[in-house]
């Protein structure tokens, strides 16, 4: 069984975006990738009351719906924009981030986020509407986020492997730190560096792969008080994470330190944490196991 990336390539590298002898930077493109799966963390997607991926799925459909019905026009554009804010409200987990009413379901069959005003969105007829957001149609051409550049080019086309939906991809993939750091101790377990071959053939690895970033959603050890699944990977401090306080706790700084901040976490004893190192050691030693697994021809 394989799992392959389709390409959408006028998506994958928009010619307003790259340099004629340059691709993205990193070498792997992370925002629209393929039919399926796409990012949308930059402008502020998961800063959402009710971020879980039936919820964000829901609001954009809707917001698609009456975009379709918007004419293309910019004084009808910019009443669609404050049609979804007295719809949705101005509620925001973090008041001061920036959400894009304009993020919809893009193409027509509407699989995965995107910008609504994007000349190759559905129904704008190749005309460049993103003038009319918040940042502009600058900021929107030129912006790559820090995973581009922090995060190895295996690491990231591992994630675009096994998310499965854009919910999860979005929320996952700008966790640099977080992604370097689980797949690293695989690595050490191995011995040798991960390759996308591993996961490709290997139903047990690719699904462990996924049980690891469904942490992002699920993590029973996340601090109450933060923005759930939001990441907010600005350099600035107006969303800083938890930091977890070891000589409360009466331990050492944990194995997984980088793993368990990373996932916001917060432990009322050292018995909550050991069970959170452990759950990290499981999905290790299984995504290990399952790499080092002989394909059966």
Not at 84 to 107: A, D, M, N, S, W
Not at 161 to 183: D, K, M, P, R
Request: glycine share 6%; net charge positive; proline share 8%.
């Amino acid at each position: 069984m394989t799992y392959p990336v389709p390409g959408l390539e006028k998506w994958r590298t928009p010619p307003d975006t790259l340099c004629p002898q340059q691709g993205p930077p990193g070498g792997v493109y992370l925002c629209q990738v393929n039919a399926e799966i796409s990012c949308a963390a930059c402008c502020g997607l998961y800063n959402v009351p009710d971020p879980s991926p039936a919820g964000l799925a829901a609001l954009l459909a809707r917001r698609s719906e009456m975009f379709a019905k918007t004419p293309r026009r910019r004084e009808a554009i910019l009443s669609f924009r404050g049609a979804v804010r007295r719809i949705e409200g101005h509620t925001r987990p973090v008041q001061k981030f920036h959400h894009c009413p304009y993020i919809g379901l893009v193409e027509p069959e509407r699989r995965r986020a995107g910008c609504l005003l994007h000349p190759m969105a559905a129904g704008n007829d190749g005309v460049d509407f993103r003038s009319l957001s918040h940042y502009g149609a600058l900021a929107c051409r030129i912006y790559f986020c820090p995973a581009h550049t922090a995060l190895g080019a295996t690491y990231k086309r591992i994630v675009q492997l096994c998310a499965g939906s854009w919910q999860l991809y979005g929320a996952v993939i700008t966790e640099a730190n977080l992604l370097h750091s689980f797949f690293n101790s695989v690595e050490r377990r191995l011995n040798r560096s991960l390759a996308t071959e591993d996961i490709v053939d290997r139903p047990a690895a690719h699904e462990t792969v996924r049980r690891f970033l469904e942490l992002k959603f699920s993590w029973p050890y996340r601090d109450a008080a933060y923005p759930s699944p939001l990441h907010y990977f600005f350099k600035d401090p107006l969303c800083p994470k938890p930091s977890i306080d070891y000589g409360v706790l009466g331990v050492k700084r944990s194995r997984h330190h980088v793993i368990l901040n990373e996932l916001a976490s917060a432990f009322r004893n050292a018995a909550q944490l050991s069970a959170a190192e452990k759950l990290i050691d499981r999905l290790i030693v299984d995504l290990a196991e399952a790499v080092s697994t002989r394909i059966r021809p």
